[in-house]
C-alpha cells in the first residue's frame, strides 16, 4: 500500500525566513502526491499536487513543492513565511492510479510562523 | 473551487444514539468520501461511494457505519449506535468530475460530533 511519511510533528520559522515542511512517500507504481493545509477549525484545502511532469510544482498561497525522486520526497516550500501561513500541513498520497482512489494522510506537521 | 456543504456543524449526542451526518455537494461531483480526524489529528479514511454503491471501506468502517445517496443529492453518513471513540471531526470530500481534474479532493468544513 501507498504512504506517506511526515517526520516532523512541528516547525517553526521566523516571519520572512524560508520554510519547508518535509514529506516522503512510499509507492509502487508512479506517486501521486499532494499537499493540503487545514487552518483551526476547518476543512482541509488543495495546495498542490505532483502528478507527472516538471519537479517543482507551483500551488495555492506561494507554495511549492519538490519532487525527488531518487530521494522519495515532496518536500513543502515557501521562499519567505507570513504569520498567516501558520496552520497544520497534511502530505498525502492516492492509493492506486486510479483518479477515485482514495487519499491517505500523513500524520501531519504543525507550522508556526513567529512573528 | 467545488464547494462542498456538510451539516450540522456540531452535533453532541448521548452514547448509543444515531447520528446521521449530511454532505451537500454541487453538481458533476462523481465521487464522494468521508474522512474522520481525532482531536486535530491524522486524517483517516472511512469510505468511499461511487454511482450509489461503497467502493471501499476501512477497518475503522464497521457496521455501526453507512452511507447512502437517497435522492441523488444529499450524501449521508449514519452512525447506528455511537460509542465515545466515535466523537471526532468528519468531512466529506469529493472529486470533481471535470475532465481536467486528476482527482484532488475538495473538502466540506467538517462536522464535529461529540458522544457523552
Known amino acids: 500500500a501507498q504512504s506517506v511519511a511526515q517526520p516532523e510533528d512541528q516547525v517553526n520559522v521566523a516571519e520572512g525566513n524560508p520554510l519547508t515542511v518535509k514529506c516522503t512517500y512510499s509507492v509502487s507504481g508512479n506517486p501521486y502526491l499532494f499537499w493540503y493545509v487545514q487552518y483551526p477549525n476547518r476543512g482541509l484545502q488543495f495546495l498542490l499536487k505532483y502528478i507527472t511532469g516538471d519537479n517543482l510544482v507551483k500551488g495555492s498561497y506561494g507554495f511549492e513543492a519538490e519532487f525527488n525522486k531518487s530521494q522519495t520526497s515532496f518536500h513543502l516550500k515557501k521562499p519567505s513565511a507570513l504569520v498567516s501561513d501558520s496552520a497544520l500541513y497534511f502530505c498525502a498520497v492516492r492509493d492506486g492510479p486510479n483518479r477515485d482512489d482514495k487519499i491517505i494522510f500523513g500524520k501531519g506537521t504543525r507550522l508556526h510562523i513567529l512573528p | 473551487e467545488p464547494e462542498v456543504t456538510q451539516t450540522p456543524s456540531h452535533q453532541v449526542t448521548q452514547m448509543g444514539q444515531e447520528v446521521i451526518l449530511r454532505c451537500v455537494p454541487i453538481?458533476?461531483?462523481?465521487?464522494f468520501y468521508w474522512y474522520r480526524q481525532i482531536l486535530g489529528q491524522k486524517v483517516e479514511f472511512l469510505v468511499s461511494f461511487y454511482n450509489n454503491e461503497i467502493s471501499e471501506k476501512s477497518e475503522i468502517f464497521d457496521d455501526q457505519f453507512s452511507v447512502e445517496r437517497p435522492d441523488g443529492s444529499n450524501f449521508t453518513l449514519k452512525i447506528r449506535s455511537t460509542k465515545l471513540e466515535d466523537s471526532a471531526m468528519y468531512f466529506c470530500a469529493t472529486i470533481w468530475g471535470q475532465g481536467s481534474n486528476t482527482g484532488e479532493l475538495f473538502f466540506g468544513e467538517g462536522s464535529r460530533l461529540t458522544v457523552l
Open positions: 453538481s458533476n461531483h462523481l465521487y
